[in-house]
């Protein structure tokens, strides 16, 4: 995006006037009077006093930080935001952005010029909560708008973590992702999350026997980007299966299942921990897809 297409000065007036409508406590439109538990059409909702919005814009443009309060619907959920971030000048600009729920930090990742998706998995429960989104850099629009912004925001707001095919890296039933995952995120139309080591997997089988698991794996700059052994360890530590991860492709792990219950394993790549360029955390390989093979072998 070329930075003199960002804004026009006629239309920073307009959305002067917007922002300043947005905010007044006579306005209840967007929501009908129901609490929100998403934002999708920001122009329209974001006047709504129940949301007590901050730091975002009518037009959708967000400050360093901006917060909004939501409804978090019953069930297993996940917060996702999207957006863009601006090209002002500098083509390698990087901006982190951290989510938080009831002052709780749920997810952070390290996001480039361009649309960006993340979604972080939330405590159950539901009511009212208090959403804030943080980033580390800002950049200040150009021309005679000049506001500081942070990100253009698309969506925010719950989703639910059972449209797994939609949202996430998992593909089919039977494969509940647990703890040790990054959050998901979206490149050049990718979905993947990267993984430091230990990522946690519950497989529910039909029948008790060997499950083969397939995965869609990447190795990352953890690892040198060079091939691996990946284990899966159950969850008393012992290695149960192995593949080595030559570069990316679908690799398959058969491991023991247990009928009727969750069974839980644990994805370990060693050798890894090298830290990344651009990026505080630790990437050893990353995953595209994972989901549970059709065929048991008793």
């Known amino acids: 995006m070329k930075a003199q297409n960002l804004s026009q000065s006629g239309r920073s007036r307009r959305c002067l006037s917007i922002v300043i409508l947005a905010f007044l406590p006579a306005c209840d439109r967007g929501s009908g009077g129901r609490e929100l538990s998403q934002l999708t059409r920001i122009s329209e909702e974001i006047g709504d006093p129940k949301l007590e919005a901050g730091g975002i814009y009518a037009d959708g443009w967000a400050g360093e930080t901006c917060s909004v309060v939501l409804r978090q619907p019953s069930g297993p959920q996940v917060l996702t935001i999207r957006g863009m971030i601006p090209q002002v000048g500098d083509r390698d600009f ?15 990742q ?39 912004v942070g990100a253009r925001l698309q969506f925010l707001g719950f989703e639910s973590a059972n449209r797994t095919s939609a949202t996430d890296i998992v593909r089919g039933p039977g494969v509940e992702l647990g703890r040790g995952w990054g959050v998901v995120e979206t490149f050049r139309g990718e979905m993947f999350r ?41 969850e ?12 990316r492709g679908t690799v ?39 989901g549970l093979e059709p065929a048991l072998r008793p």
């Open 252 to 290: 398959k792990l058969f491991v023991p299942v247990e009928a009727g219950k969750p069974n839980e394993f644990r994805l370990h790549a060693d050798g890894g921990g090298r830290p990344a360029k651009n990026d505080p955390r630790i990437l050893n390989f990353r995953v595209l897809e994972i």
């Open 94 to 108: 990087h901006t982190e952005i951290e989510l938080r729920v009831d002052e709780k930090s749920v997810g952070r």
């Open 110 to 148: 390290i996001l480039a010029v361009g649309d960006f998706r993340v979604s972080a998995p939330v405590a159950a429960g539901s009511g009212k909560r208090r959403i804030v989104a943080t980033f580390s850099a800002s950049q200040q629009l150009p021309g005679e708008d000049g506001r500081k």
């Open 194 to 234: 990267w993984v430091d080591n230990d990522a946690q997997i519950r497989l529910t089988a039909s029948q008790a026997g060997e499950a083969a698991f397939s995965l869609v794996v990447e190795p990352g700059p953890g690892v040198g980007g060079k091939p691996f052994l990946l284990k899966a360890l159950d």
């Open 236 to 247: 008393s530590g012992r290695q149960v299966a192995a593949v080595r991860v030559e570069g």
